[in-house]
């Protein structure tokens, strides 16, 4: 079964930095697509930041120039780096990947559970 599983949310003040990563474990033959997505309350899933296969990426106009993502493929893993932080950013974010498992012809999308950023002074 394949997990996805967030880390590095936490309270920050404006003007902060955070590091979120997100680790894809399971019975993984090649993950494709690694996205992260933000919710805030009352507000409709948006996506943040997507980066490839090829490590090409796409960044929302909201962060462009904030934020980066990487990933790690040896690991499993894809990173949101977060600079200049505004309140405006406080939302839960969420990691999302599309797997082909081993033994699997076709790929799936995962979805990790949430983590919460809070951006307040």
């Known amino acids: 079964q394949v997990q996805l599983v967030e880390s590095g949310g936490g309270l920050v003040q404006p003007g902060g930095s955070l590091r979120l990563s997100c680790v894809a474990s399971?019975?993984?033959?090649?993950?494709?697509?690694m996205v992260w997505y933000r919710q805030a309350p009352g507000k409709q899933r948006e996506l943040v930041a997507a980066?490839?296969?090829?490590?090409?990426?796409n960044i929302a106009d909201s962060v462009k120039g904030r934020f980066a993502i990487s990933r790690d493929n040896a690991k499993n893993t894809v990173h949101l780096t977060m600079n200049s932080l505004k309140p405006e950013d406080t939302a839960v974010y969420y990691c999302?990947?599309?797997?082909?498992?081993?033994?699997?012809?076709?790929?799936?999308?995962?979805w990790g559970q949430g983590t919460q950023v809070t951006v307040s002074s």
């Open positions: 999302n990947a599309e797997i082909i498992e081993i033994s699997k012809f076709h790929a799936a999308d995962y």
């Open positions: 399971g019975n993984i033959f090649r993950i494709n697509d």
């Open positions: 980066i490839h296969i090829d490590y090409t990426t």
